[in-house]
């Protein structure tokens, strides 16, 4: 029936349950789980999920897993398991490790063996693509489908649910009009939303870039503290502002806004992040803590756009040959790697450091 949900809104509904504080069903046929976002769980909905009869356990990544030194029989996950004295304070530092270093978790932690984990790491995944900390907190129901209806729960069926976040959603252009900035009177600003209702990216088209040579471009990842506010704690801003104006003096070119902030983990981990680093942790190390890779952004989303704007060569404005290798891997071809190194200081260097040391960018 036309009016049903499909897999994709069914997506977006269990995103915002997350969000709220709402359990979200995982399962098919007599497999299944019940899961709980840590950091949006309230004390009565945490004690409700506890009081079903099926064993409680917490699913964190791996990265987090080592933090907390926990084993992760599941390779890239563990499932620990929840004690019966623990409260809604112990889920909170489980995922959270803002309190690592001045309380740390009493353990040892118990994580799972047996049984299967893949239902967990859907949950995971899901966690991600809310943008809230991969920490969730599941129990198994035998009858998924059923408990969903009587719980008026979002049901999601693990294998369309895992086709969903691993697939690229087509990015569609949705408004554009012209945008006289400050490097140059020629702009014009166009907006791309996926087709799943997810975060909108935005492309800054500078002149009339020529479709059949390579335009000079910059995937620019949104930070809202070094673009906006002008941090000095990354070198974001300045590259921003950098490449626009070279493109303003070129005369043409394309600068992609993609809200990828924090590297695709949020402006609130990111904070955490930050954070982190306050307490002596870099910027791969804080990530990590957190429970997140070094980098969770999916290239495909430039290389979409850039296709649809009638771009397929490119010199790009980039210090990471990540983005190079990404961008060739998605049928863009780079004619040229143009560097973009600006806006050092003394509050980013060891930022600017840690970068090129850990994750190969070039200086
Ligand atoms: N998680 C996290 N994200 C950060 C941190 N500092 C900056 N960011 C984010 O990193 C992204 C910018 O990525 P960079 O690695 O600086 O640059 P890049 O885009 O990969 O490479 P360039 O093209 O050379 O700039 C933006 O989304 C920022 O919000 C941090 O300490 N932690
Ligand atoms: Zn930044």
């Known amino acids: 029936m036309i009016l049903l949900p499909t897999p994709a809104e069914l997506m977006a509904r269990a995103r915002s349950d997350l969000r709220v504080g709402?359990?979200?069903?995982?399962?098919?046929?007599?497999?299944?789980?019940?899961?709980?976002?840590?950091?949006?769980?309230?004390?009565?909905?945490?004690?409700?999920?506890?009081?079903?009869?099926?064993?409680?356990?917490?699913?964190?990544?791996?990265?987090?897993?080592?933090?907390?030194?926990a084993r992760a029989y599941d390779g890239d996950l563990a499932r620990v398991v929840m004690p019966p004295d623990a409260d809604a304070g112990w889920l909170r530092d489980l995922a959270d490790p803002a309190r690592d270093l001045i309380a740390p978790m009493k353990g040892?932690?118990?994580t799972a063996r047996d049984g299967s984990a893949g239902l967990h790491r859907l949950a995971l995944l899901l966690a991600k693509s809310a943008h809230l900390l991969p920490a969730m907190v599941c129990t198994p129901l035998p009858d998924p489908a059923q408990f969903a209806s009587d719980h008026l729960l979002t049901?999601?069926?693990?294998?369309?649910?895992?086709?969903?976040?691993?697939?690229?959603?087509?990015?569609?252009?949705?408004?554009?009009?012209?945008?006289?900035?400050?490097?140059?009177?020629?702009?014009?600003?166009?907006?791309?939303?996926?087709?799943?209702?997810?975060?909108?990216?935005?492309?800054?088209?500078?002149?009339?870039?020529?479709?059949?040579?390579?335009?000079?471009?910059?995937?620019?990842?949104?930070?809202?503290?070094?673009?906006?506010?002008?941090?000095?704690?990354?070198?974001?801003?300045?590259?921003?502002?950098?490449?626009?104006?070279?493109?303003?003096?070129?005369?043409?070119?394309v600068l992609l806004y993609l809200n990828q902030e924090g590297r695709g983990i949020g402006l609130t981990n990111k904070m955490r992040a930050y954070s982190l680093q306050d307490q002596g942790f870099d910027t791969v190390e804080a990530n990590h803590r957190l429970g997140f890779e070094d980098d969770e952004r999916d290239f495909r989303i430039g290389a979409d756009i850039l296709r649809?704007?009638?771009?397929?060569?490119?010199?790009?404005?980039?210090?990471?040959?990540?983005?190079?290798?990404?961008?060739?891997?998605?049928?863009?071809?780079?004619?040229?790697?143009?560097?973009?190194?600006?806006?050092?200081?003394?509050?980013?260097?060891?930022?600017?450091?840690?970068?090129?040391?850990?994750?190969?960018?070039?200086?």
């Open 108 to 110: 040892p932690l118990l």
């Open 155 to 253: 049901l999601l069926r693990p294998e369309t649910a895992a086709e969903d976040l691993a697939q690229h959603h087509p990015l569609l252009p949705v408004a554009a009009a012209r945008l006289p900035i400050e490097a140059s009177e020629a702009g014009r600003l166009h907006i791309f939303r996926p087709d799943n209702g997810g975060i909108e990216h935005y492309a800054i088209e500078i002149g009339q870039p020529d479709r059949d040579a390579p335009v000079l471009a910059r995937l620019h990842s949104a930070c809202f503290t070094g673009d906006v506010l002008g941090s000095l704690k990354c070198d974001c801003g300045p590259q921003l502002r950098t490449a626009l104006a070279d493109m303003g003096r070129a005369g043409a070119g």
């Open 22 to 69: 709402l359990p979200v069903v995982l399962g098919d046929g007599a497999e299944g789980v019940l899961v709980l976002a840590a950091e949006t769980a309230r004390a009565d909905r945490l004690a409700a999920l506890r009081a079903l009869p099926g064993p409680v356990t917490v699913a964190i990544t791996e990265r987090r897993a080592e933090t907390l030194k």
């Open 308 to 363: 649809r704007m009638g771009f397929g060569a490119v010199r790009l404005m980039t210090n990471n040959p990540r983005k190079v290798t990404m961008m060739e891997g998605e049928g863009i071809t780079v004619t040229e790697r143009v560097p973009l190194v600006t806006g050092t200081n003394r509050h980013n260097a060891h930022y600017l450091e840690t970068k090129a040391r850990k994750s190969g960018h070039l200086l």
